[in-house]
């Protein structure tokens, strides 16, 4: 499997942080940080040996990763992004070099809600002049008329616990489907 690893600096800003930790899913350090996300041994979640980097907000916890794991996870915005693409979540910029280095993607539009994400991912995190970032709530964010992408990647899910996380994939469909030829969303259902 491929580990794409980011180069984005631990940090805090409010809730919100940035950690690293060296290990593998055997070993200590990110297994303790795995365990804090999905509630489950990591034993059955392998990585290789190696530094991690993990986007956390309190009290939740590690909500991206730049592990294996998170890179085989994103394999249908690598195989569909073309064009301009959409993207709702700005994480740890993970997606940013894959994209760039992609020659069929024309422009990248990323939607971030969180302002202490943007300030401590957005400055240290791959971009060039295809990039463009909105911030704004993706769930509430209303395109401008003439808006059109090829290829739309949701990472996101709404939190305020007015929708589940198995109608969220509808919700998308029907708020973006008009601006977008494609739409992939991240499954975040185990």
């Not at 593998?24 to 804090?36: A, E, H, K, M, P």
């Not at 998170?70 to 569909?80: F, R």
């Not at 300030?119 to 970032?133: E, G, N, Y």
Request: glycine residues 8%; charged residues 20%.
């Amino acid at each position: 499997m491929t580990h794409y690893a980011v180069n984005i600096p631990e940090g805090r800003v409010g809730n919100w942080s940035i950690q690293k930790a060296t290990g593998d899913s055997l070993g200590y350090g990110v297994s303790t940080l795995f365990s804090q996300i999905y509630g489950f041994d990591i034993t059955c979640r392998e990585e290789p040996y190696g530094e991690y980097t993990f986007l956390c907000v309190d009290p939740i916890g590690p909500i991206m990763m730049d592990t294996t794991h998170e890179y085989a996870e994103h394999q249908p915005l690598w195989d569909g992004a073309t064009g301009d693409v959409l993207i709702g979540g700005l994480g740890l910029g993970f997606v940013n070099q894959k994209l760039m280095d992609n020659p069929h993607v024309t422009s990248v539009t990323i939607i971030e809600k969180n302002q202490e994400v943007i300030d401590l991912v957005w400055d240290h995190c791959p971009k060039d002049s295809r990039f463009t970032l909105v911030h704004a709530d993706i769930d509430t964010w209303i395109p401008p008329n003439t808006s059109h992408w090829d290829y739309a990647w949701f990472d996101t899910w709404i939190g305020d616990n007015s929708i589940t996380q198995e109608e969220y994939p509808e919700f998308i469909q029907s708020r973006y489907g008009s601006y977008c030829n494609q739409i992939g969303i991240w499954n975040q259902l185990p």
